[in-house]
């Protein structure tokens, strides 16, 4: 269980580094980014990873977290905001990652499954990244193991791959500082409505 989390939080940040990379490069057709993206993927065969066309880099929409009373958004215009479809073996997972534009905050939420509209499925990986300044050491979030497998959180999907529309939803999850089975662990909300442009 603990490998799944490692390797589910792992390929999260991989594609919050490869959606980053699409929007620093100022990608302005995202069928031409389609490809990039998908070579990209394919390079983690290492992982045993497959690409699914099912991936998204969003040009446009919100991605909301709200941790200890205080929400970050991330602005799919200006942010590097991506909705991911990965087959690893016989598992397949869905997500979302997203990195801003001044690569100082990171988020990534995954679940187990294909995403489909009208759907919700266990929380299966998340972490949340800070940088505030060059003095501060990163403050990291991470899925708590100590919740119980079951009480991870959940994604649900409203509305998914439809026109101009990538994915509508909402969901849940507990993130701790650290991984010690004393550690304060904290619900986390977030919301998303992310488009293609």
């Known amino acids: 269980m603990r490998f799944n989390k490692l390797f589910i939080s792992s390929l999260l940040l991989l594609m919050v580094a490869i959606s980053s990379c699409q929007k620093d490069e100022s990608v302005k057709d995202l069928d031409t980014a389609k490809p990039q993206v998908a070579a990209a993927v394919d390079s983690t065969s290492a992982l045993n990873t497959v690409n699914n ?11 909301k977290i709200t941790i ?8 799919a215009a200006t942010d590097s905001v991506a909705f991911i479809n990965v ?34 499925s266990r929380v299966a990986g998340s972490q949340f990244l800070f940088k505030a300044d060059d003095k501060k050491p990163v403050l990291q979030y991470t899925l708590t ?3 119980g497998q079951d009480d991870s959180g959940k994604i649900s999907i409203e509305k998914y791959n439809n026109d101009n529309l990538i994915a509508k939803g909402t969901f849940f999850t507990f993130l701790a500082k650290d991984d010690k089975a004393n550690s ?6 977030g919301s998303f409505e992310l488009q293609l442009k």
């Open 87 to 120: 087959h690893s073996g016989e598992s397949k997972y869905f997500g979302i990652t997203a990195i801003n534009k001044a690569h100082t905050m990171s988020f990534g939420i995954s679940s187990i499954g294909f995403a489909s509209a009208n759907t919700t």
């Open 145 to 147: 193991q100590f919740v």
């Open 53 to 63: 066309p099912d991936n998204f880099l969003a040009g446009k929409g919100i991605l």
């Open 184 to 189: 304060p662990f904290y619900r986390v909300e």
């Open 68 to 75: 200890q009373d205080s929400t970050y958004t991330f602005d």
